[in-house]
């Protein structure tokens, strides 16, 4: 058994961590044993590997926050889930691993017919799409959203669920060579960031109003996006891809009534029902399971090609998500 642990921090992210085999655990009543299937490796990941994110574990630490196992084997006096059973695995329970021992209370069944690859990264990406698409903004059939890094994870999964409840999107990317891959998921804008951005979405969308804009990149990425919304309109944060604070303007703010508000999935969940948790990923995994719901796979990777993984997730210029599917024999 091999599971990715780190005991340092650093700015670069795969220095400290190590793939470490370790010997399985005796199970105590209550605990499942689970054989890790997939998961995938978050821009979030990465930020806690050099110590960037809000919040960190204690050290030393096994990466990965999210994916999907196989229930192997149940602690004495433990019924449930069922050996064989698809699960979700608990959020920061270290899934960069071959098996992972946990409350089996914890354990959320999921279709054992759906692709377990889709299914172990429907934990972030996919609720933060759907919540802020939800959340801030009455949006109706055939309106429009713009959103920047529009290739990013989170990026895809907004264009299909925006597609699904009739909104139109104005996809926002920082390179021409990730127009491509945007289009084939279904953006039916796809633009470059620039100082003339707004001129360009206006001719686009025409008399029609855009008052949501969803921005990852921070920095004049912001501003730029800002300026593409109607009067009153709201931009809403969720990450800083260029390393930058946010920048908005005095005429956005000020003049033309914009609003600014930041999202994290994390702090969703603090205030966040039982009820509604279970609403939202009842809906996530029934999309995915269905199809409708799908994210770009660049590469896999064993657990005991942690370094290798993590350093290609951290690059620049990819598409698609990194994933780590460790290798049963």
């Not at 670069?12 to 190590?18: S, Y």
């Not at 054989?35 to 204690?58: C, F, R």
């Not at 800083?240 to 005429?251: D, T, V």
């Given at each position: 058994m091999m599971k990715a642990q780190y005991d340092q921090?650093?700015?670069?992210?795969?220095?400290?961590?190590?793939a470490v085999a370790f010997e399985p655990p005796a199970l105590k009543a209550g605990e499942a044993r689970v054989?890790?299937?997939?998961?995938?490796?978050?821009?979030?990941?990465?930020?806690?590997?050099?110590?960037?994110?809000?919040?960190?574990?204690?050290l030393p630490a096994v990466g990965g926050n999210e994916g999907v196992g196989r229930v192997t084997e149940l602690g004495p006096d433990t019924e449930n889930p069922a050996l064989g059973q698809t699960v979700l695995l608990p959020m920061g329970v270290g899934t960069w691993a071959s098996h992972v021992v946990t409350d089996a209370r914890k354990l959320v069944p999921l279709p054992n017919e759906a692709d377990p690859r889709q299914l172990s990264m429907m934990t972030i990406n996919p609720p933060t799409a759907m919540l802020m698409l939800s959340v801030f903004v009455d949006l109706k059939p055939g309106d429009w959203v713009i959103q920047n890094a529009a290739n990013s994870g989170v990026g895809g999964y907004l264009i299909q669920l925006a597609r699904i409840r009739g909104f139109k999107t104005v996809n926002v990317v920082r390179r021409e060579s990730a127009i491509d891959s945007?289009?084939?998921?279904?953006?039916?804008?796809?633009?470059?960031?620039?100082?003339?951005?707004a001129k360009r979405v206006k001719a686009v969308v025409g008399e029609g109003q855009v008052r949501l804009a969803i921005d990852a990149v921070g920095g004049p990425a912001t501003d730029h996006i800002a300026d593409c919304l109607t009067e009153g309109g709201t931009v809403v944060n969720y990450g800083?891809?260029?390393?930058?604070?946010?920048?908005?303007?005095?005429?956005n703010l000020v003049f033309r009534g914009i609003s600014a508000r930041g999202f994290w999935l994390a702090k969703w969940f603090e205030s966040a029902s039982q009820e509604e948790q279970i609403q939202l990923f009842g809906q996530v995994t029934k999309l995915i399971a269905q199809g409708k719901l799908q994210a770009r796979i660049a590469a896999e990777y064993d657990v005991s090609e942690i370094k290798e993984a993590v350093a290609a997730a951290a690059a620049g210029e990819r598409e698609g998500k990194v994933l780590i599917v460790p290798r049963h024999e």
């Open positions: 921090r650093g700015p670069v992210p795969e220095e400290h961590i190590e054989e890790v299937l997939a998961a995938p490796i978050n821009p979030s990941d990465v930020l806690t590997l050099t110590g960037e994110y809000g919040i960190l574990p204690p945007v289009k084939a998921e279904g953006g039916e804008v796809v633009l470059v960031d620039g100082p003339d951005l800083m891809m260029s390393g930058e604070s946010c920048h908005l303007s005095p005429r």
